[in-house]
């Protein structure tokens, strides 16, 4: 497969393929379902934002991880 999948912009990745696509939708889908689960079982915003930020925080991660191995590296 080619790579790379993303661009990287400063500390962002953006996706330039279709597979770099489906990779960050499906991991904005995540983010989604994972709040819409965490909010279905708290009682207060506040208990949903702060369960929800620690996921947040993983999701985006994995997907700097991924970002950065499937990235093309700046020439100078």
């Known amino acids: 497969m080619k790579l790379p999948w993303f661009r990287r912009i400063g500390i962002f990745f953006i996706p330039t393929t279709a597979v770099g696509w489906l990779i960050a939708s ?3 889908v995540f983010a989604i ?6 909010d279905s079982k708290s009682h207060s915003v506040s208990d949903t934002l702060m369960n929800f930020v620690f996921n947040l925080l993983i999701i985006c991660a994995v997907y700097s991880l991924i970002g950065f191995l499937a990235s093309q590296t700046p020439k100078k």
């Open 26 to 28: 499906c991991s904005v």
């Open 33 to 38: 379902k994972t709040f819409i689960n965490i």
